[in-house]
């Protein structure tokens, strides 16, 4: 039995009253609400309830639940914003906390979720329901859920766990939960409060910090803080551990329920392995985690708007259904098992050479071994080895059993690979010995795999001793099944060039689809030769059928290709095909001098020479012509999420001539690519059009087109907002020859009173300027009133304003007027590609300079 709302002011119901004032907060969403508990005594919530602030019928309601020992003035962004979007949005605080009755009873798990259940009851909560929880309010909110699934239109969850505490408590809470501590740091003392608001990120303002303590400024207020932590049930017989896994072993139950999982990595309370659990047992669930967010996930990120997004979503339509019949990755190699002809050729330290027989033999040792040291199918396998035999062996050998690959470029710096690993939540990793050395100081999960030499008892069962283990597995049973088409087969991180880099996920048949749009666009197949300078293609060698070379280089540093290393690897194995980055050209060019007759003629056999990962300058293409002067030059355009996805020659540059950005060609046979205009805030909002001469953000269709972001639902949703298309990110135009042009990033839009600008066209017609090595264009000023800044690379030049002279020239060449230009000695550049130049750091450079402040270099 229930209470109606009271009709008295809540003021006169809550002992102490709600404060005043409390920033981000409407006191007309606070109210009292009466219920009887389960003893049959009238108890008193406090509730923050947004209804007074719609305009209209509600679309559904946000039931949201706290956890300790924060209250409902957590939510206070979600209320705000559910408001405006028409959704009622209710927020309770748990009986003995926030301002809700101190009833000075025990209050554990089972009793906590049919508390919240009495109280949604007495509010007329009828449907559609939302729950969204936070830390230990999340397991309170599954209770209810489970139990009320007639009402339940969708789960949202923030930071929290489900599986047996007991099991792995983290640090924090396992000093909070000790006996000699628990009362002490809990409720005598705010330390439990207080170092829980020290972990926002960033710090939280002074008056939010007060507001959280409001409720707790005495210690009997603070009661239930202690006792939430005491009822986290660490042992076998504590009063709540059967409840605890009663809802977790129920969740299977929400398999047909929308689910989404947010998350701040940062949280070291809840880390990672907790959203692993949640995704195991929730496989359905949309992710996103929010780099650089901790356990206070709502202060930290903008998680009203996320799930108002979500809420507003509709599932987008899939693709049109791949073919049926999809080639394995691993056919060419299976169809050349018994070839003991050369397959890997690997020069520099180490060299050596493996044949097809070697590399299918190694690649089945290697998949027997992994599944008997524990590796399953759908399993996250993270790879932190350079390219080479190695590599490709295991690679293939995680494909064949259906492991899921995770390649996170070292280029990305220490920070960068371990938000990407950390993120991917891989259950082993393969890696070299310094790799591995990095993944315990860092705390990386799962078992551990050495490739190379190394100290292998400390760091990890060597390749060698699993391809034994395979070897003695295979003499009894055969490797299983491999992957069908739709399973997960990778992710690959992007550069991280604007933001941190995201996973991308692909499945069997779109790395096929990869493998089959590069046979057919180059010609490449069983019988070709390839030197693999560029990391994303050295592993494709085997799945094309071609005989690889991996130059003798730092594949995490493009620039370390030398001319000699090149004319090596081209000679190893008689390439007529090279794959090099821009930057790895740069590098051979730089060091052509050093060619000698005899590896001059070696360059003079190459026929196809591809270049990607960044924009390709006509006049290096021409440079790299003299060394290669048979060889057609190409430069597909692509990423990470979709390569390649459009084709030109240095012919067809050449005929296209000069314009606003780099010409990167018509779209390759079975690609689609469309425009989305630009409005004058620099957004893209649609519809897709393929007309000329628009600027707009680019989007791609194809069967290789990634599957999706991986744990990142919001840049997902952005990416696919037309059905079946990707959008990229970049910006262009179409020609009238059909032929895409592209002009920069969305991100690096100068957003002027005018409209938005896209660096790229300037900058070419900068770098025309004889004294300009290269050059960007950056804005200042706020956007929609930012002016033009150039800031060019001029090698031996003090950073600062530039001298007349070349200002004069900068202006002149632009074609556009120009606030300003500086200049610098070395524009920076990304980590993975050494080549795209960092428009957002030379910006807020070129911001520092003129304000007057005395900086370096960018």
Not at 129 to 142: F, K, M, Q, R
Not at 400 to 429: E, K, Q, S, T
Not at 568 to 582: E, R
Not at 653 to 679: F, K, Q, R, W, Y
Request: glycine share 10%.
């Amino acid at each position: 039995m229930t209470s109606p709302l009271s009709d008295l002011p809540t003021s006169e119901l809550l002992d102490p009253p709600l404060p005043a004032g409390l920033p981000g907060l409407d006191p007309a969403w606070s109210r009292a609400v009466r219920a009887l508990d389960a003893d049959g005594v009238e108890r008193t919530w406090h509730v923050l309830d947004n209804a007074p602030s719609l305009a209209g019928p509600a679309q559904g309601t946000v039931l949201c639940v706290h956890g300790n020992p924060t209250w409902a003035y957590l939510w206070r962004s979600v209320l705000a914003a559910g408001a405006a979007r028409g959704w009622r949005v209710v927020a309770v605080d748990h009986l003995d906390m926030g301002f809700s009755e101190r009833t000075g009873t025990l209050r554990p798990l089972a009793r906590r979720i049919d508390d919240l259940g009495r109280v949604v009851d007495a509010l007329g909560l009828e449907g559609p329901v939302v729950t969204l929880a936070h830390d230990w309010g999340g397991i309170v909110s599954l209770g209810w859920a489970l139990a009320h699934r007639d009402r339940l239109a969708g789960v949202v969850l923030c930071n929290t766990a489900v599986s047996e505490a007991g099991a792995a408590l983290p640090a924090p809470l396992r000093l909070a939960r000790a006996d000699a501590l628990l009362r002490f740091g809990t409720t005598t003392t705010p330390a439990f409060l207080e170092t829980t608001l020290a972990l926002a990120h960033p710090p939280l303002a002074r008056e939010v910090k007060e507001a959280f303590r409001a409720p707790y400024r005495r210690a009997e207020r603070r009661r239930a803080v202690g006792d939430f932590v005491a009822d986290i049930p660490l042992e076998p017989d504590h009063g709540s551990r059967a409840a605890l896994l009663d809802v977790a072993g129920r969740l299977g139950e929400l398999a047909d329920v929308p689910v989404l999982l947010l998350w701040g990595p940062r949280d070291p309370v809840f880390s990672d392995r907790y959203l692993r659990d949640l995704r195991a047992r929730l496989p359905h669930a949309d992710v996103h985690r929010f780099e650089g967010a901790g356990h206070l996930l709502p202060e930290d990120a903008d998680v009203a708007g996320t799930l108002l997004a979500w809420l507003g979503s509709a599932r987008v339509p899939a693709a049109p259904p791949l073919a049926p019949a999809v080639r394995p990755l691993s056919a060419a190699l299976e169809e050349r098992r018994a070839d003991p002809g050369p397959a890997v050729v690997e020069l520099g330290e180490g060299a050596r050479t493996v044949s097809w027989a070697q590399l299918a033999t190694r690649v089945d040792e290697l998949a027997a071994g992994l599944l008997a040291s524990g590796v399953r199918r759908g399993d996250r396998v993270a790879l932190l080895v350079p390219p080479g035999t190695e590599l490709t062996s295991v690679v293939y050998a995680c494909l064949r059993i259906g492991a899921v690959i995770v390649v996170a470029d070292a280029g990305l710096g220490l920070p960068g690979l371990h938000r990407a690993v950390r993120g991917a939540g891989p259950a082993h990793v393969v890696g070299i010995a310094r790799a591995l050395v990095a993944a315990r100081a860092l705390g990386w999960p799962g078992s551990r795999f050495l490739a190379g030499p190394g100290r292998a008892l400390r760091l990890g069962t060597p390749l060698d001793e699993l391809a034994r283990r395979g070897r003695a597995a295979l003499a009894t049973t055969p490797l299983p099944p491999p992957p069908g088409p739709t399973e997960e087969a990778a992710v690959l991180f992007t550069s991280g060039s604007t933001g941190p880099a995201k996973g991308v996920v692909y499945t069997v048949a779109q790395l096929a689809a990869v493998r089959d749009l590069l046979a057919a666009a180059y010609a490449v197949g069983p019988g070709t030769r390839l030197v693999a300078g560029f990391a994303p293609f050295a592993l494709f060698g085997p799945a094309l059928g071609a005989v690889s070379a991996v130059p003798d280089m730092d594949v995490t540093a493009p620039r370390t290709l030398s001319a000699t290393a090149l004319a090596d690897a081209v000679a190893a194995v008689g390439a007529t095909v090279v794959f090099a980055s821009p930057a790895a050209l740069a590098g051979v060019l730089a060091t052509r001098g050093a060619l000698d007759p005899a590896r001059r003629r070696a360059l003079e056999q190459v026929e196809l020479l591809l270049s990607a990962g960044a924009p390709v300058p006509a006049a290096l293409l021409r440079q790299v012509q003299e060394l290669v002067p048979r060889a057609s030059l190409h430069t597909p355009y692509g990423m990470t999420e979709a390569l390649p996805v459009t084709d030109i020659d240095l012919v067809g540059i050449e005929e296209a001539g000069s314009g606003d950005g780099v010409c990167v060609g018509h779209p390759l046979p079975g690609v689609e690519v469309a425009l989305a205009p630009l409005t004058s805030t620099g957004t893209a909002p649609g519809p897709l059009v393929d007309v000329p001469d628009v600027l707009g953000e680019i989007a791609v269709r194809g069967a290789h087109v990634k599957e999706r972001y991986d744990q990142l639902w919001l840049a997902e949703r952005a990416s696919t907002r037309d059905a079946g298309w990707h959008r990229t990110g970049d910006v262009g135009h179409l020609d009238a020859e059909g032929r895409l042009w592209v002009e920069g990033r969305l991100a690096h839009l100068v957003l002027t009173a005018e409209g938005p600008v896209a660096p790229v066209g300037t900058e070419q017609r900068l770098e025309s300027v004889p004294a300009v090595s290269r050059a960007a264009l950056v804005g200042v000023g706020p956007a929609g009133a930012q002016r033009l800044v150039a800031v060019v690379e001029a090698p031996g030049t003090a950073a600062g304003v530039a001298p007349l002279e070349l200002a004069d020239a900068c202006r002149a060449a632009a074609g556009r007027e120009l606030v300003a230009v500086l200049v610098v000695a070395v524009l920076p550049t990304d980590i993975r590609h050494n080549s795209k130049i960092d428009r957002t750091r030379v910006a807020r450079w070129a911001q520092r300079v003129l304000a007057g402040e005395r900086v370096g270099r960018p």
